[in-house]
C-alpha cells in the first residue's frame, strides 16, 4: 500500500543547530506540504512543493527551507533551530486539484 | 488570521448520541474538508464537498456547505467511543491552487 512516512519521530536539538526532518510519499503524488502543529493555532503551512524543482513559502516560512529533487521525497530544513520553532511537524502530499491530503504520523521537534 | 474557525472548541456527549460541528471560512473556496486527528497521529481525511455542493453522506458522517453564509457543519450519528478524536475543517482557496487552510479544530469526546 502507499503511504508516507516521516522521519524521526521524535528529536532534541538545541538552538542554533541546523535540522532536517524527513518525508518520504510512495503515493506517486506531485503536491506536497509541510504543516507545523500548535496549541491554539492547528495547523499552519510552512512550504509547498506542486512538483520537482518547485517550492514555494506558505504562511509561516521565516527559519525554514525545502528542496525537491525528486517527487518522493521532501526534507523541511531548519536553517538555525529556534525555541520557537518547537513543534510537532506533519508531512502530507495530494494529487489532483479537489483531492484530499495523505499525512504522515507527524515529528515531534523540540529546540532547547 | 485563520480561515477556518470550528465551533465548539471542544465536545462531550455520551456514546449514541450525534455530535455536530460547525466551521465558518472567509474567502471563496473550490472545496471544503473534513479531517480526524486522534492523539498523537497524523490528521486523517474524512470527507470533501466541492463548493458546488450542499450535502453529503459518508456512512454515519455528514456534511453540509452553505456558501452565502461561508460555513459548514459535520454531523456524526450515533457516536461511539472509537469516535474521540479531534476534527479540523479545511479549505480549498479559490485560485489557491492544492493547498489547505486549516482550522483550529473541534476536540471531541464520546463517553460510554
Known amino acids: 500500500d502507499a503511504e508516507i512516512t516521516q522521519s524521526p519521530r521524535h528529536k532534541i536539538t538545541e538552538t542554533g543547530r541546523q535540522v532536517t526532518l524527513a518525508c518520504h510519499q510512495t503515493w506517486n503524488h506531485n503536491n506536497m506540504f509541510w504543516y507545523r502543529q500548535d496549541l491554539g493555532h492547528g495547523l499552519r503551512l510552512i512550504h509547498y512543493s506542486y512538483g520537482v524543482q518547485d517550492t514555494n513559502k506558505g504562511e509561516v516560512s521565516d527559519g525554514y527551507s525545502v528542496s525537491r529533487s525528486n517527487t518522493e521525497d521532501l526534507p523541511l530544513t531548519l536553517e538555525s533551530a529556534a525555541s520557537s520553532q518547537t513543534s510537532v511537524y506533519f508531512c502530507?502530499?495530494?494529487?489532483?486539484?479537489?483531492?484530499?491530503?495523505?499525512f504522515g504520523n507527524g515529528t515531534r521537534l523540540t529546540v532547547t | 488570521s485563520q480561515q477556518g474557525e470550528e465551533d465548539p472548541q471542544a465536545l462531550s456527549i455520551q456514546e449514541g448520541e450525534n455530535a455536530t460541528m460547525n466551521c465558518s471560512y472567509k474567502?471563496?473556496?473550490?472545496?471544503l474538508q473534513w479531517y480526524r486527528q486522534n492523539s498523537g497521529r497524523g490528521l486523517v481525511h474524512l470527507i470533501l464537498?466541492?463548493?458546488?455542493?450542499r450535502e453529503k453522506h459518508s456512512g454515519r458522517l455528514r456534511v453540509t456547505l452553505d456558501t452565502s453564509k461561508k460555513s459548514s457543519s459535520l454531523l456524526i450519528t450515533a457516536s461511539r467511543a472509537a469516535d474521540t478524536a479531534s476534527y479540523f475543517c479545511?479549505?480549498?482557496?479559490?485560485?489557491?491552487?492544492?493547498?489547505?487552510?486549516f482550522g483550529t479544530g473541534t476536540q471531541l469526546k464520546v463517553e460510554l
Open positions: 474567502t471563496s473556496i473550490n472545496n
Open positions: 479545511a479549505t480549498q482557496l479559490t485560485g489557491g491552487g492544492n493547498k489547505l487552510t
Open positions: 502530507a502530499s495530494s494529487g489532483s486539484l479537489n483531492s484530499p491530503l495523505h
Open positions: 464537498i466541492r463548493s458546488n455542493e
